[in-house]
Nanobody, 121 residues
Framework: QVQLVESGGGLVQAGGSLRLSCAAS????????MGWYRQAPGKQRELVAT???????RYADPVKGRFTISRDNAKNTAYLQMNSLNPEDTAIYFC???????????????WGQGTQVTVSS
């Protein structure tokens, strides 16, 4: 089995910062693209950022220049550094990871359970 464990969410004032972590564990042969998504109440889940196994990154427009996604392949962990937070960033943040469990090219995507980020004004 593969598990994603998230940490770092919480309550922060507008303009503040948070750093989210997502640690993948279990039967992992190769960890591919990882990403962060978020979902506000009553809204669709949306992409925040992704990072490939070699470090190529992509960001959604609302977070460009404020958020930074990174990863530590030795730890099978991805991070999301969130700066200059505003109330519009309030959401449940989910981690995702594409995982190959064997030498075969089959790849599955796994999700964490989400962590709440609340930004007050």
């Amino acid at each position: 089995q593969v598990q994603l464990v998230e940490s770092g969410g919480g309550l922060v004032q507008a303009g503040g910062s948070l750093r989210l972590s997502c640690a993948a564990s279990g039967s992992i042969f190769r960890l591919g693209t990882m990403g962060w998504y978020r979902q506000a109440p009553g809204k669709q889940r949306e992409l925040v950022a992704t990072i490939t196994s070699v470090g190529s990154t992509r960001y959604a427009d609302p977070v460009k220049g404020r958020f930074t996604i990174s990863r530590d392949n030795a730890k099978n962990t991805a991070y999301l550094q969130m700066n200059s937070l505003n109330p519009e960033d309030t959401a449940i943040y989910f981690c995702s990871a594409k995982v190959r469990r064997t030498v075969l090219p089959n790849e599955n995507e796994y999700w964490g359970q989400g962590t709440q980020v609340t930004v007050s004004s």
